[in-house]
Structures are given as C-alpha cells and as structure tokens.
T-cell receptor, first 112, second 118 residues
Framework: AQSVTQLGSHVSVSEGALVLLRCNYSSSVPPYLFWYVQYPNQGLQLLLKYTSAATLVKGINGFEAEFKKSETSFHLTKPSAHMSDAAEYFCAVSYNNNDMRFGAGTRLTVKP | GAGVSQSPRYKVAKRGQDVALRCDPISGHVSLFWYQQALGQGPEFLTYFQNEAQLDKSGLPSDRFFAERPEGSVSTLKIQRTQQEDSAVYLC????????????????FGPGTRLTVT
C-alpha cells in the first residue's frame, strides 16, 4: 500500500526566507510523486512531479523538490518566500495506475 | 485552454435532501476521478471512470453516493438523503490516459463544489 505523510500541518515563514515543506512516502515500488498547491476556494494546481527522470525536480513559481530514495522523502523547497505563496500544499503519491493518495496538507503562512 | 469545471461551486442542502454535483472534464480526457475533501484534510478518492465505465467505486462511503458518466465526458455525483457528515468539498479531476497505462499520471483538478448539509 502506498501512503504519504506530511510533517507539519502548518508552516510559517517570513517573506524572503527559505520555504521547506516535508513529505515522506511509503511505497513498495518506485512511485510517482507530486506536489499540488491549493489557494482558498480553488482546486488543486500541479506544482511539480517526479517521474524518475531526475531526482531534482523544478516546478512553477520557483519551487523545487528532491526525490531521496534512501530517505523515502520528497520535500518541497523555495529559496525565498513570497506573500503570494501563502496557500495549502499537498504531497501525493501514485504508482502507474493513476490512483493518487494525498497527504493531509501543509498550510503555508508568509509573514511580511 | 479550458480546464476542468464543476458546478455548482457552493451547495447548501438540508439533511435528507438529494444533491447532484456536475463535472466537466478536459475534452478528450479518458480518466475521470471524484474526490472528497473534508475540512483540513487532503482529498480522498471516491470513484474512477474510464470513459463511460465506472471501473472503481471503492471509495464511495455509502450506497447513498452514486456517480455516472453516461457519454464518457460530463460526470455527475449524486448524494441521496444527505447527512451532515457529507459536508465537504467534492473535487473532480481528469487525466488524459487510462488508469494503469503507465507514464506520469497527472490529474487536473476542478475548483470543487463545497457542500454544506444543515
């Protein structure tokens, strides 16, 4: 069975500071991994995806994530937070079958 | 281009009423998924369609939940005799490829329907 754990339901950073949102997965086989962002009253928007082509994945809005098999992690980072990054972020895992399992989400707050 | 659309965006129902939620997927997308997102939680899978065939309904919480996609495009999620625990955001997503076809299965999400049962 595959599942996703997001450590920290709420992360708060200052504008310009590093953003680090943690995601660990459990999967018996190499998974596909995704980060989605959800702004208030909107659906989920794909930030980036890992599909085994490269361990460091660059996404939209300056975000990137690194797949670390030894740590079963896929943490999301951004060097410098912007006020517009405030949203809910979801990590998700899938293996070859389009079934997607989501983490509980991390709410990012950016302080001025 | 047009993305996934859902209607209505907000629905308030009295306990016991039936509701119908609509999803218009991206044109040409074979796969269609319904998810339920409770407050403060990630989306939870409800059901999956490949074209008009409902191949997986393992996530439907009770027999009060029913989904259809009769022509392989628009889908409707129906909830009969709504209960307060049905209050959630219902998300629809579509994907180009059939489930299990390999590749990178990106799902594109609609804005959701927020259902409140009073």
């Amino acid at each position: 069975a595959q599942s996703v754990t997001q450590l920290g339901s709420h992360v708060s950073v200052s504008e310009g500071a590093l953003v680090l949102l943690r995601c660990n997965y459990s999967s018996s086989v190499p998974p596909y991994l995704f980060w989605y962002v959800q702004y208030p009253n909107q659906g989920l928007q794909l930030l980036l995806k890992y599909t085994s082509a490269a361990t460091l994945v660059k996404g939209i809005n300056g975000f990137e994530a690194e797949f670390k098999k030894s740590e079963t992690s896929f943490h999301l980072t951004k060097p410098s937070a912007h006020m517009s990054d405030a949203a809910e972020y979801f990590c998700a895992v899938s293996y070859n079958n389009n079934d997607m399992r989501f983490g509980a989400g991390t709410r990012l707050t950016v302080k001025p | 281009g047009a993305g996934v659309s859902q209607s209505p965006r907000y629905k308030v129902a009295k306990r016991g009423q039936d509701v119908a939620l609509r999803c218009d997927p991206i044109s040409g997308h074979v796969s269609l998924f319904w998810y339920q997102q409770a407050l403060g939680q990630g989306p939870e899978f409800l059901t999956y369609f490949q074209n008009e065939a409902q191949l997986d309904k393992s996530g439907l919480p009770s027999d009060r939940f029913f989904a259809e996609r009769p022509e392989g495009s628009v889908s409707t999620l129906k909830i009969q005799r709504t209960q307060q625990e049905d209050s959630a955001v219902y998300l629809c997503a579509s994907s180009l490829a059939p489930r299990g076809s390999g590749g990178s299965p990106v799902q594109y999400f609609g804005p959701g329907t927020r259902l409140t049962v009073t």
